[in-house]
């Protein structure tokens, strides 16, 4: 898939538990944060996003937490299954007024069933 | 896949020849995104469109055109194509301009020999 000879850091989860997959984003004046799953041999998909007016934002399955102190976004996943082994990546908005977003590099996550 | 459809998946080609790839929406999304994903980056954005023949440069747009003669189309164009255009490309829409997720399509990989 796309993602191959990334090397990027992997979270190794056991089918039914928590995952949490964190964000380190750069821009103080950031307001919007997104994230999204890649499977491999496809798209970016949105799971869930953010404004900084909040702290915290759930979905199905999924939670968003925001610390605008440290700069920190993170996503957590419960009860995690087979189909959520992919690579989740944050982005943030860029201010500018026109929607063009900065992207994390991503996070593996490999669910053992 | 948000209604969007990415032509073709993939492609080869020799190095100094001209690549059009084209990216088709059926949302009537006003904005459009041409990202180009590879190891080690994040997505990275080459082009953007705001309307029908509205279009402005991403971060890495230097060896890419782009045109939006209708609303539903999106064409990228690489004008003489390199070895470092290799890549996976991405497009994607939104409907507004702030504070929006981008809907991404499947992709196209695209080799450069």
């Known amino acids: 898939g796309e993602n191959v000879g990334l090397h990027l850091p992997t979270l190794s989860v056991q089918e039914g538990d928590n995952s949490i997959i964190n964000c380190a984003y750069s821009n103080s004046a950031s307001d919007y944060f997104i994230w999204y799953k890649q499977e491999s041999g496809k798209g970016p998909q949105f799971i869930i996003d953010?404004?900084?007016?909040?702290d915290k934002r759930q979905g199905q399955r999924v939670t968003v937490l925001l610390n605008k102190t440290v700069k920190h976004l993170s996503l957590q996943i419960a009860a995690t299954q087979p189909g959520d082994s992919a690579v989740y990546f944050c982005a943030e908005n860029a201010v500018d007024g026109n929607n063009r977003l900065a992207f994390g590099k991503g996070n593996q996550v490999v669910v053992i069933p | 896949d948000a209604g969007i459809t990415q032509s073709p998946r993939h492609k080869v080609t020799e190095t100094g020849t001209p690549v059009t790839l084209r990216c088709h929406q059926t949302e009537n999304h006003r904005y459009m995104y041409w990202y180009r994903q590879d190891p080690g980056h994040g997505l990275r954005l080459i082009h953007y469109s705001y309307g029908v023949k509205d279009t402005d440069k991403g971060e890495v747009s230097d060896g890419y055109s782009v045109s939006r003669s209708k609303t539903e189309d999106f064409l990228l164009t690489l004008e003489s194509a390199t070895s470092s255009q290799t890549s996976v490309y991405f497009c994607a829409i939104s409907d507004t301009l702030q504070d929006s997720p981008l809907h991404f399509g499947n992709g196209t990989r695209l080799t450069v020999t």
């Open positions: 953010i404004r900084s007016n909040m």
